[in-house]
């Protein structure tokens, strides 16, 4: 599952070089996070496509996550300091037990950029991933992830954020909590 992870991320970052994209890193005492994101107007010259994004991630805690999703972003006519999205994203992982999980979460967030006076640019998200169980496989029974994340553009193209995020995944004979934790991190982004 790590090499699957890795090439995702290394095909991320080809992507990375040639388009509206973000590569980001995090961490806190327990776990690291490897995060990208890519808008897929590069593969068609169709305008249609310019929200459409791709989006992978790697968590290694205990356990392995890995996430690769599909989401549309775009902002309100007249309100452009707002963006709103929602998606699929496709989560593998296993319990320590040997569970196998992998799950097809409903994803929705937001994001709004706040103006502070003098300091730099910065934005506050919301993010949610839900899977019922119709939406899981193998031993899994639901997946409910949510982030809040602030971050602010310390120098062109780089962007330093904190974050919280809470991950469960249920199995069928035991509910797990995969993640509860603060991080930070940083992203590359080009825009």
């Known amino acids: 599952m790590k090499k699957i992870a890795i090439l995702i991320l290394l095909i991320n970052l080809?992507?990375?070089a040639t388009t509206k994209a973000s590569f980001g890193l995090n961490v806190n005492p327990n776990d690291l996070?490897?995060?990208?994101?890519?808008s897929?107007?590069?593969a068609t010259s169709?305008?249609?496509f310019r929200n459409f994004y791709i989006d992978a991630n790697f968590i290694n805690s205990e356990e392995t996550l890995v996430g690769l999703g599909l989401f549309v972003e775009n902002s309100p006519t007249n309100y452009e300091n707002i963006a709103f999205y929602i998606g699929l994203r496709t989560i593998f992982t296993e319990h320590k037990l040997g569970s196998s999980f992998t799950a097809i979460p409903i994803m929705f967030g937001a994001k709004a950029r706040m103006y502070l006076g003098s300091l730099p640019k910065s934005n506050l998200g919301l993010?949610?991933?839900y899977a019922p169980s119709p939406l899981t496989f193998q031993d899994a029974e639901s997946y409910f992830e949510y982030r809040i994340e602030v971050d602010m553009s310390i120098i062109e193209?780089?962007?330093?954020?904190?974050g919280y995020?809470?991950?469960d995944t249920n199995y069928k004979l035991l509910d797990a909590n995969y993640n509860d934790a603060l991080?930070?991190?940083f992203k590359f982004v080009l825009e």
Request: hydrophobic residues 45%.
């Open 14 to 16: 080809n992507i990375f």
């Open 33 to 38: 996070e490897i995060e990208g994101k890519t």
């Open 40 to 42: 897929i107007a590069f």
């Open 46 to 48: 169709n305008l249609d």
């Open 127 to 129: 993010k949610f991933a």
């Open 157 to 162: 193209n780089i962007n330093v954020y904190l």
């Open 165 to 167: 995020r809470s991950i």
């Open 183 to 185: 991080y930070i991190g």
